[in-house]
């Protein structure tokens, strides 16, 4: 791999920063100076250093977010700030959200620039688990629960697929396994309720850091990116 794409895939710099930081004597080849910025590593063996830091190559970026309300599960800019925009910092490109969350909808929310990895997850034919936290305007009743585990029409062409329903403490847990418009909201009016609350809190078997402030964000542990690939996997 040529040296100028390892730095810029390591979000150091654009090419022709980088070209610039190569020529300045800002890069380091196994500890000596690096001044061809088109000179060939091997990023599994050779050290990498920039401004006396050494550079970890990473492929690809796995971020987990704590997703407030307001923002927009989206890479366009617009009117609303989006997911993307909140991660800018990190310098990653072509970060894009592992599928998306309504405007208001809060909790956790995975970015990558893995392309395969993200299809996999959202890919209906996976069944990926999102289990969400939903405060109702009105108590949801045991009939309830079992209508929105057996799946309610929410005016597709099809009923939802059999869904996970549970009343705990902290409110209504719903698990479903689509990831249709709206989905939650409609199955709660479905049941003559409505949704004031809604939080995502799992995602197949990972679960949101409950350290991770609103708008707060990290990286994935190698044991978290386990868990998904794993997901993806089946």
């Given at each position: 791999m040529r040296i100028d794409k390892f730095l810029a895939d390591n979000s150091i710099g654009t090419r022709k920063e980088i070209k610039a930081f190569v020529k300045a004597g800002r890069v380091s080849v196994n500890g000596a100076p690096a001044?061809?910025?088109?000179?060939?590593?091997?990023?599994?063996?050779?050290?990498?250093?920039?401004?006396?830091?050494?550079?970890?190559?990473?492929?690809?970026?796995?971020?987990?977010?704590?997703?407030?309300?307001?923002?927009?599960?989206?890479?366009k800019e617009g009117a609303s700030t989006t997911v993307v925009e909140l991660l800018a910092d990190e310098g990653v490109k072509n970060l894009s959200p592992v599928g998306r969350l309504d405007k208001d909808t809060e909790?956790?929310?995975?970015?990558?620039?893995?392309g395969e990895l993200l299809h996999d997850l959202i890919s209906p034919k996976k069944h990926v688990g999102k289990e969400y936290l939903v405060i109702t305007e009105k108590p949801v009743s045991g009939d309830d629960l079992k209508k929105l585990a057996a799946g309610v029409d929410i005016g597709d062409d099809k009923p939802t697929l059999p869904a996970k329903a549970e009343m705990k403490d902290d409110g209504l847990h719903l698990t479903i396994t689509e990831g249709r418009f709206h989905q939650v909201k409609r199955m709660l009016e479905a049941v003559d309720n409505k949704v004031t609350y809604l939080k995502r809190i799992k995602m197949g078997e990972l679960e949101l850091d409950p350290v991770l402030k609103e708008g707060e964000y990290r990286k994935l542990t190698i044991a978290e990116l386990a868990l998904l690939k794993a997901k993806s996997d089946e």
């Open positions: 001044f061809d910025p088109g000179m060939h590593i091997d990023p599994a063996s050779d050290e990498v250093g920039f401004d006396g830091s050494v550079i970890k190559y990473e492929k690809f970026h796995y971020y987990m977010l704590n997703k407030p309300a307001g923002t927009v599960s989206s890479t909790g956790l929310l995975i970015l990558t620039d893995d």
